[in-house]
């Protein structure tokens, strides 16, 4: 999941709340939405792939 924040950056954030805090895990800050779909799809291969 992938917000953009005040800032003007944007922050990938995990799909599921954490149990221990009720909140999302900040996964990464980057400067674009490029930069920030590129490094989700990475997560997600790292995932599957590890």
Do not use: P, W
């Amino acid at each position: 999941m992938i917000r953009k924040l005040k800032s003007g950056q944007y922050r990938i954030y995990s799909r599921k709340k954490d149990t221990a805090t009720g909140k999302r895990r900040n996964l990464g800050t980057f400067k674009t939405l490029e930069a920030a779909k590129q490094h989700e799809r990475e997560v997600q291969y790292f995932k599957r792939h590890s």
